[in-house]
Protein backbone atom coordinates (compact mmCIF):
# COMPACT_ATOMS: atom_id res chain seq x y z
CA UNK A 1 0.00 0.00 0.00
CA UNK A 2 2.54 2.24 0.51
CA UNK A 3 4.04 1.77 -3.27
CA UNK A 4 4.02 3.91 -6.26
CA UNK A 5 4.76 2.45 -9.43
CA UNK A 6 6.14 3.99 -12.25
CA UNK A 7 6.00 3.59 -16.11
CA UNK A 8 7.67 3.36 -18.06
CA UNK A 9 10.61 2.42 -17.43
CA UNK A 10 12.50 4.41 -20.36
CA UNK A 11 11.08 6.34 -22.90
CA UNK A 12 12.68 7.70 -26.44
CA UNK A 13 10.90 10.52 -28.10
CA UNK A 14 11.66 12.61 -31.05
CA UNK A 15 12.36 16.52 -30.48
CA UNK A 16 8.99 18.09 -30.34
CA UNK A 17 7.14 15.63 -29.31
CA UNK A 18 4.90 15.04 -26.14
CA UNK A 19 6.46 12.28 -23.31
CA UNK A 20 4.18 10.73 -21.27
CA UNK A 21 5.03 9.31 -17.65
CA UNK A 22 2.78 7.35 -15.61
CA UNK A 23 2.30 6.66 -12.09
CA UNK A 24 -0.25 4.76 -9.92
CA UNK A 25 -0.16 4.48 -6.18
CA UNK A 26 -2.81 2.37 -3.40
CA UNK A 27 -3.12 4.68 -0.50
CA UNK A 28 -5.54 7.07 -0.45
CA UNK A 29 -4.24 9.06 2.59
CA UNK A 30 -0.98 10.26 0.02
CA UNK A 31 -1.38 14.25 -0.05
CA UNK A 32 0.83 15.53 -2.33
CA UNK A 33 2.25 14.22 -5.51
CA UNK A 34 5.73 15.88 -6.63
CA UNK A 35 7.81 15.06 -9.65
CA UNK A 36 11.22 15.17 -10.05
CA UNK A 37 14.05 15.52 -12.86
CA UNK A 38 17.71 13.67 -12.08
CA UNK A 39 20.39 14.34 -14.33
CA UNK A 40 23.38 11.98 -14.16
CA UNK A 41 25.73 12.61 -11.30
CA UNK A 42 23.10 14.49 -9.06
CA UNK A 43 20.56 14.76 -6.84
CA UNK A 44 16.69 14.91 -7.77
CA UNK A 45 15.33 18.22 -8.52
CA UNK A 46 11.88 19.21 -7.83
CA UNK A 47 9.94 20.01 -11.27
CA UNK A 48 6.43 20.26 -10.82
CA UNK A 49 4.03 19.16 -7.72
CA UNK A 50 0.32 19.16 -7.26
CA UNK A 51 -2.38 17.97 -4.81
CA UNK A 52 -4.84 15.75 -4.86
CA UNK A 53 -7.61 18.63 -5.01
CA UNK A 54 -6.31 19.93 -8.56
CA UNK A 55 -6.82 17.69 -11.51
CA UNK A 56 -3.95 19.44 -13.73
CA UNK A 57 -1.51 21.57 -12.96
CA UNK A 58 0.68 23.21 -15.73
CA UNK A 59 4.14 24.64 -15.31
CA UNK A 60 5.77 25.92 -18.85
CA UNK A 61 5.81 22.58 -21.10
CA UNK A 62 5.10 20.20 -17.94
CA UNK A 63 1.81 19.35 -17.32
CA UNK A 64 0.88 16.92 -14.04
CA UNK A 65 -2.43 15.43 -14.87
CA UNK A 66 -4.35 13.84 -11.93
CA UNK A 67 -6.83 11.20 -11.68
CA UNK A 68 -8.20 10.98 -8.09
CA UNK A 69 -10.51 8.28 -8.50
CA UNK A 70 -8.71 6.35 -10.61
CA UNK A 71 -5.28 6.55 -8.26
CA UNK A 72 -2.99 7.54 -11.17
CA UNK A 73 -1.27 10.59 -12.34
CA UNK A 74 1.26 11.41 -14.87
CA UNK A 75 3.79 14.21 -16.52
CA UNK A 76 3.16 15.70 -19.98
CA UNK A 77 6.40 16.76 -21.25
CA UNK A 78 4.79 19.53 -24.51
CA UNK A 79 7.63 20.43 -27.13
CA UNK A 80 10.37 17.99 -25.67
CA UNK A 81 13.76 18.76 -26.08
CA UNK A 82 16.87 16.78 -25.75
CA UNK A 83 17.75 18.59 -22.45
CA UNK A 84 14.90 16.99 -21.49
CA UNK A 85 16.96 13.61 -21.60
CA UNK A 86 16.91 12.59 -18.05
CA UNK A 87 15.43 10.16 -15.31
CA UNK A 88 11.67 11.08 -14.02
CA UNK A 89 10.59 10.42 -10.70
CA UNK A 90 6.71 10.46 -9.66
CA UNK A 91 6.22 10.61 -5.75
CA UNK A 92 3.98 10.56 -3.17
CA UNK A 93 4.28 11.90 0.11
CA UNK A 94 2.58 10.15 3.04
CA UNK A 95 1.19 12.42 5.55
CA UNK A 96 0.90 10.23 8.35
CA UNK A 97 3.31 11.64 11.65
CA UNK A 98 3.69 14.63 9.97
CA UNK A 99 6.93 13.78 8.49
CA UNK A 100 6.97 14.44 4.81
CA UNK A 101 8.58 11.95 3.42
CA UNK A 102 8.39 10.88 -0.20
CA UNK A 103 7.80 7.41 -1.80
CA UNK A 104 9.65 7.57 -4.69
CA UNK A 105 8.63 5.72 -8.07
CA UNK A 106 11.09 3.48 -9.96
CA UNK A 107 12.17 6.30 -12.18
CA UNK A 108 11.17 6.57 -16.21
CA UNK A 109 14.64 7.50 -18.29
CA UNK A 110 13.49 9.74 -21.42
CA UNK A 111 16.11 10.33 -23.97
CA UNK A 112 14.77 13.03 -26.55
CA UNK A 113 16.35 12.54 -30.01
CA UNK A 114 17.09 15.68 -31.94
CA UNK B 1 25.07 28.48 -3.81
CA UNK B 2 22.46 28.52 -0.83
CA UNK B 3 21.31 24.91 -2.01
CA UNK B 4 21.49 21.46 -0.02
CA UNK B 5 25.47 20.55 0.33
CA UNK B 6 27.00 17.51 1.16
CA UNK B 7 30.46 16.26 1.61
CA UNK B 8 32.13 14.08 0.23
CA UNK B 9 30.40 13.44 -2.84
CA UNK B 10 32.20 10.31 -3.53
CA UNK B 11 33.55 7.60 -1.10
CA UNK B 12 35.20 4.60 -1.86
CA UNK B 13 36.34 2.42 0.97
CA UNK B 14 36.84 -1.39 1.96
CA UNK B 15 34.19 -3.70 3.34
CA UNK B 16 34.50 -3.25 7.31
CA UNK B 17 35.24 0.26 7.61
CA UNK B 18 33.44 3.11 9.27
CA UNK B 19 32.12 6.05 7.02
CA UNK B 20 30.79 9.56 7.63
CA UNK B 21 28.72 11.81 5.88
CA UNK B 22 27.81 15.42 5.90
CA UNK B 23 24.83 17.45 4.52
CA UNK B 24 24.35 20.85 5.03
CA UNK B 25 20.71 21.79 4.15
CA UNK B 26 19.40 25.01 2.83
CA UNK B 27 19.62 27.57 5.48
CA UNK B 28 16.79 28.34 7.86
CA UNK B 29 15.14 24.58 6.73
CA UNK B 30 14.05 22.83 9.93
CA UNK B 31 13.13 19.35 8.07
CA UNK B 32 15.56 17.52 6.95
CA UNK B 33 16.05 13.62 5.67
CA UNK B 34 18.39 11.07 4.31
CA UNK B 35 17.39 9.09 1.28
CA UNK B 36 19.08 5.78 -0.42
CA UNK B 37 19.52 5.61 -4.01
CA UNK B 38 20.71 2.31 -5.62
CA UNK B 39 21.12 2.30 -9.20
CA UNK B 40 18.19 2.06 -11.46
CA UNK B 41 15.93 2.55 -8.39
CA UNK B 42 14.18 5.99 -7.01
CA UNK B 43 15.42 7.25 -3.59
CA UNK B 44 13.79 5.43 -0.53
CA UNK B 45 13.48 6.86 2.95
CA UNK B 46 16.37 6.60 5.37
CA UNK B 47 15.49 8.77 7.98
CA UNK B 48 14.08 12.46 8.90
CA UNK B 49 14.80 15.24 11.55
CA UNK B 50 12.63 17.98 12.47
CA UNK B 51 15.29 20.52 13.86
CA UNK B 52 17.63 17.93 16.09
CA UNK B 53 14.90 15.87 16.84
CA UNK B 54 15.28 12.66 14.73
CA UNK B 55 11.56 11.93 14.74
CA UNK B 56 11.70 8.51 12.17
CA UNK B 57 14.03 5.82 10.88
CA UNK B 58 13.03 3.53 7.81
CA UNK B 59 13.20 -0.32 9.08
CA UNK B 60 16.19 0.15 5.98
CA UNK B 61 18.42 2.07 8.53
CA UNK B 62 19.82 -0.95 10.35
CA UNK B 63 22.13 -0.30 13.68
CA UNK B 64 25.06 -0.35 11.84
CA UNK B 65 23.41 2.99 10.54
CA UNK B 66 23.47 6.28 12.73
CA UNK B 67 22.32 9.69 11.99
CA UNK B 68 22.56 12.77 13.79
CA UNK B 69 21.60 16.46 13.86
CA UNK B 70 23.21 18.59 16.31
CA UNK B 71 21.75 21.79 16.87
CA UNK B 72 19.35 21.39 14.27
CA UNK B 73 22.00 22.53 11.55
CA UNK B 74 24.34 20.28 9.23
CA UNK B 75 23.65 16.45 9.54
CA UNK B 76 25.92 13.41 9.77
CA UNK B 77 25.25 9.94 8.16
CA UNK B 78 27.39 7.14 9.73
CA UNK B 79 27.58 3.60 8.93
CA UNK B 80 29.89 1.49 10.80
CA UNK B 81 31.46 -1.93 9.33
CA UNK B 82 30.24 -1.12 5.82
CA UNK B 83 28.89 -3.80 3.65
CA UNK B 84 28.88 -4.10 -0.47
CA UNK B 85 24.91 -3.74 -0.07
CA UNK B 86 25.85 -0.33 1.16
CA UNK B 87 27.09 0.71 -1.94
CA UNK B 88 24.70 3.68 -2.86
CA UNK B 89 24.21 7.16 -3.68
CA UNK B 90 23.08 8.78 -0.44
CA UNK B 91 20.60 11.94 -0.95
CA UNK B 92 19.94 14.33 1.13
CA UNK B 93 16.90 17.32 1.26
CA UNK B 94 15.68 19.42 3.11
CA UNK B 95 12.51 21.37 3.69
CA UNK B 96 11.21 24.51 5.07
CA UNK B 97 7.97 24.23 7.23
CA UNK B 98 5.61 25.19 4.58
CA UNK B 99 6.64 25.28 1.44
CA UNK B 100 4.95 27.10 -1.82
CA UNK B 101 0.97 26.64 -0.94
CA UNK B 102 1.98 24.76 2.06
CA UNK B 103 3.23 21.61 -0.05
CA UNK B 104 6.38 21.26 1.77
CA UNK B 105 8.82 20.90 -1.38
CA UNK B 106 11.90 18.79 -0.50
CA UNK B 107 15.35 20.04 -2.21
CA UNK B 108 17.80 17.50 -3.05
CA UNK B 109 21.55 18.14 -2.73
CA UNK B 110 24.04 16.36 -5.15
CA UNK B 111 24.47 13.01 -2.61
CA UNK B 112 27.39 11.30 -1.79
CA UNK B 113 27.87 8.19 -3.78
CA UNK B 114 29.73 4.97 -2.06
CA UNK B 115 31.19 2.40 -2.90
CA UNK B 116 32.37 -0.54 -1.18
CA UNK B 117 35.02 -2.49 -2.29
Known amino acids: QQQVKQSPQSLIVQKGGISIINCAYE??????FPWYQQFPGKGPALLIA?????SEKKEGRFTISFNKSAKQFSLHIMDSQPGDSATYFC?????????????FGQGTTLQVKP | DTGVSQDPRHKITKRGQNVTFRCDPI?????LYWYRQTLGQGPEFLTYFQNEAQLEKSRLLSDRFSAERPKGSFSTLEIQRTEQGDSAMYLCASSPRSGRAGMGEQFFGPGTRLTVL
Open chain 1, 50 to 54: IRPDV
Open chain 2, 27 to 31: SEHNR
Open chain 1, 91 to 103: AARNPAGNTGKLI
Open chain 1, 27 to 32: NTAFDY
